[in-house]
């Protein structure tokens, strides 16, 4: 049998052995949460700028269409001589929205390339499909064939915000 010296010295030698390597598994465990919980919010931070972002574009869709359908074609080429300077926000919109994907959501890049593509298209079917023809909103309103291509490209505008939005909901941890 072992002393009761020995066994005393070795019972408080084998404790305080055990209570450092909890102290390193603790902290490590605590670190690896916390890290974890950053990257969570980080994420989350980009998601909803994503989401807010998503929003900025198809707001400046309604606001096109409205204008396009308030204002003569005059009107509307004076408004829009920045039209170029719109463009190119539109484009920086997108490349940010794809950037931050790439960054931190890699699994969306795909939804936002499309998401890009769809955006281009609405903005072409803007120019290229709503010709008020020097008409003014009160005849605009009377016109079904006009309606029905505003109302396509609104609810065409809705549909990819949408499919993009529950993409980025699918995204978020809790």
Known sequence: MLDQNL???LSVFLGGLLAIAGGFISNFYIQA???KAEKRRLVREKIDEIYTLSTQIKTSFY?????RSYYTQEQYAK????SDEAARELRDIGERMEMLTRLYIPSLTSAILEYRQKIKNIDHRIDDELDP???RLEEL???PVYLNVATSIQNENDSIHQILQSSLEKQIEY
Request: aromatic share 10%; no cysteine; proline share 0%.
């Open 141 to 143: 309103e009377k016109d």
């Open 133 to 135: 023809k020097n008409r």
């Open 33 to 35: 949460t916390a890290k």
């Open 63 to 67: 606001l096109r269409i409205w204008h």
């Open 79 to 82: 408004i829009h001589m920045f």
């Open 7 to 9: 066994t005393t010295l």
